[in-house]
T-cell receptor
Framework: DQQVKQNSPSLSVQEGRISILNCDYT??????FLWYKKYPAEGPTFLISISSIKDKNEDGRFTVFLNKSAKHLSLHIVPSQPGDSAVYFC????????????FGTGTKLQVIP | ETGVTQSPTHLIKTRGQQVTLRCSSQ?????VSWYQQALGQGPQFIFQYYREEENGRGNFPPRFSGLQFPNYSSELNVNALELDDSALYLC??????????????FGPGTRLTVL
């Protein structure tokens, strides 16, 4: 039962353009959402998060949007840079319990110079 | 550089054997979680330890067990290895300040292959 879904295994974007990575979730208990970035041979690195009381959170070039009614979130990277090429994992958790984080299957982003 | 290290980097075992994977967290990180990442999948939560006690577990059988030590190191033990246990094993540590949304810092992982 995949509670966090990333339906696009890969995405290619030209340098300087916008990258949009999408994520859907099914568990209504989730109220805190995160994006992680993973380079080969490294562990995932926290990128940005959003609480369910918000619909947008911005950090520099990265913005996460949350649509609770659709159980959908997206990560926007503007402008995209070659160094952004990595696997991006969407993750979700319930803030009322211990930190059991449920991850999606990841989207591999390639930013073409 | 997250300050979280794992050993060994790679490991090959045969079915039925037992394995111990190790993780060293940053000083002061009182919480450690372990994840299994199969090929093409996202990390799956195995369990979490807080101040040397298990305080949460995912859908993994009892042959997956762990220990956390006062020196901020921890272990993941897997008994009776099966072929499907082949995966990347990640540990993640954090300071549990009472907020369940504290940031986790991941190590680079141990790649386990079961033949």
């Amino acid at each position: 039962d995949q509670q966090v879904k990333q339906n696009s295994p890969s995405l290619s974007v030209q340098e300087g353009r916008i990258s949009i990575l999408n994520c859907d979730y099914t568990n209504s208990m989730f109220d805190y959402f995160l994006w992680y970035k993973k380079y080969p041979a490294e562990g995932p690195t926290f990128l940005i998060s959003i609480s369910s009381i918000k619909d947008k959170n911005e950090d520099g070039r990265f913005t996460v949007f949350l649509n609770k009614s659709a159980k959908h979130l997206s990560l926007h990277i503007v402008p995209s840079q070659p160094g952004d090429s990595a696997v991006y994992f969407c993750a979700a958790q319930w803030s009322g319990g211990y930190q059991k984080v449920t991850f999606g299957t990841g989207t591999k982003l390639q930013v073409i110079p | 550089e997250t300050g979280v290290t794992q050993s060994p980097t790679h490991l090959i075992k045969t079915r039925g054997q037992q394995v111990t994977l190790r993780c060293s967290s940053q000083s002061g990180h009182n919480t450690v979680s372990w994840y299994q990442q199969a090929l093409g999948q996202g990390p799956q939560f195995i369990f979490q330890y807080y101040r040397e006690e298990e305080n949460g577990r995912g859908n993994f059988p009892p042959r997956f067990s762990g220990l956390q030590f006062p020196n901020y190191s921890s272990e993941l033990n897997v008994n009776a290895l099966e072929l499907d246990d082949s995966a990347l094993y990640l540990c993640a540590s954090m300071i549990n300040g009472g907020t369940s949304t504290d940031t986790q810092y991941f190590g680079p992982g141990t790649r386990l292959t079961v033949l």
